[in-house]
């Protein structure tokens, strides 16, 4: 069986990986042209498709059966190639965000809900929220609700993202300032790369119960699949491979005091688990041309800081890396979501006894006893676990290893 996503420009998609573990066919990108779109629907060599921008309506016409869901909401992300040679087109992202709202346990019925922009992934949010019994506002930038008249949806329960602001490479932004949304009571983000986006970063925050896309995008991957091979995939499956995506999606990143070994154990860790390695002091010094204890007697702590925040915006948005931090990271708030956004952060500590000063700026400066006590508490801020690094690398490496499992 030959399947695969349709669309113009993909670039990177999740869809190859997590068709993959739903079942035994061939699944390729697609990438098509707008002119040669009726050739490849009709004459192309393929079994089962998902589609994605700009096509969703565009197939709409070659469907010669349409599944109640994808003629109501007027858009196709699912195509199967029937036994006669036609098409039937179904809409399986209706049934994936209904899915991320069902298991998030945000309920929405009776609800004022706030869907932010108007596109395509918008009229699906719509649909399920109505059919969940909210009563929905779509928020656009043009319009009679939009992002200029916000004061008077205060009184919004759910807010639910549709848009692609915060979405990688472009992080760190949000649609709107939850603050502004005193009775919001969850909060929905179709993006699902960074796994945390801004906006649900600030959810977090806030104590406001939240969900990210990635769910989503698996539950409507299931629900194709099903499409394609008429075999229905376990509940146990989805939650089984959105672990598995999530777990290859985020960073890995180590926190602790200067000379608690971040560096030795990060390799060795990025060795266990096969993925890059990336150590944020060596890229701040390949990015000011110069070593650290330079840098600090130069331009001095503040400048440094700036130029460490940089790097770690950089690596943060990324996916899949071990990141070892430097020591003083945990200083600036700002870095927090830079790094939690798309990571699980490790903090590593080591007897102050055993720790090294020599070319360390900071640690020179103040004693380790000052250093700890002033950083204690941002580390356990930061941190989402605790390693011991006064075992072997190896064995340090390790423990990390079975404690994100």
């Excluded at 992934?121 to 929905?136: H, W, Y």
């Excluded at 503040?302 to 925040?309: L, M, N």
């Excluded at 590593?348 to 006590?373: C, H, I, M, N």
Aim: aromatic share 6%; glycine share 10%; net charge neutral.
């Amino acid at each position: 069986m030959k399947c695969g996503l349709l669309g113009q420009t993909l670039g990177h998609s999740y869809s190859p990986r997590i068709h993959r573990e739903l079942g035994d066919y061939e699944y390729r990108l697609y990438e098509t042209e707008p002119e040669e779109l009726e050739a490849f629907l009709l004459r192309g060599d393929w079994d089962g498709l998902n589609v994605t921008i700009p096509y969703k309506k565009a197939v709409v016409p070659y469907c010669a059966a349409l599944s109640d869901t994808a003629r109501a909401l007027g858009s196709v992300n699912t195509l199967v190639r029937r036994a006669d040679g036609s098409l039937y087109g179904d809409n399986t992202d209706f049934g994936g965000f209904e899915s991320l709202v069902l298991s998030s346990g945000i309920p929405v019925a009776g609800q004022k809900a706030l869907v932010l922009g108007s596109g395509g992934a918008s009229v699906t949010v719509c649909a399920v929220l109505r059919k969940l019994g909210a009563a929905v506002t779509v928020v656009s930038r043009h319009g009679p609700d939009n992002y200029e008249n916000l004061e008077k949806h205060r009184d919004a329960g759910i807010l639910a993202n549709t848009t692609p602001v915060g979405m990688y490479p472009n992080c760190g932004v949000s649609p709107v300032d939850l603050s502004r949304f005193p009775a919001c009571r969850g909060v929905f983000d179709v993006v699902y790369n960074p796994a945390r986006t801004a906006l649900l970063l600030q959810a977090e925050s806030l104590g406001i119960p939240h969900a990210g896309g990635l769910h989503m995008l698996v539950a409507q991957a299931r629900r194709s699949s099903e499409r394609f091979t008429g075999r229905a995939v376990p509940d146990a499956e989805l939650a089984r491979i959105e672990k598995l995506l999530l777990d290859e999606m985020q960073n890995v990143i180590l926190i602790g005091m200067p000379g608690c070994g971040k560096t030795t154990v990060g390799r060795a860790l990025a060795k266990l688990l096969g993925r890059p390695f990336a150590d944020a002091d060596a890229e701040l010094v390949r990015a000011v041309g110069t070593d650290i204890p330079s840098y600090f007697r130069e331009h001095g702590e503040a400048a440094f800081r700036e130029r460490e925040t940089e790097v770690l915006r950089q690596l943060g948005q990324r996916s899949g890396l071990v990141i070892a931090t430097g020591g003083g990271c945990v200083t600036r708030e700002e870095n927090y979501p830079l790094l939690h956004q798309n990571g699980r952060i490790v903090w590593l500590r080591r007897e102050l006894s055993q720790l090294p000063t020599a070319g360390r700026p900071v640690s020179q400066a103040s004693s380790p006893d000052e250093l700890w006590r002033a950083r204690r508490p941002l580390y356990e801020r930061f941190s989402d676990l605790t390693a011991d690094a006064g075992a072997s690398v190896r064995e340090t490496a390790e423990h990390i290893r079975e404690a994100l499992l």
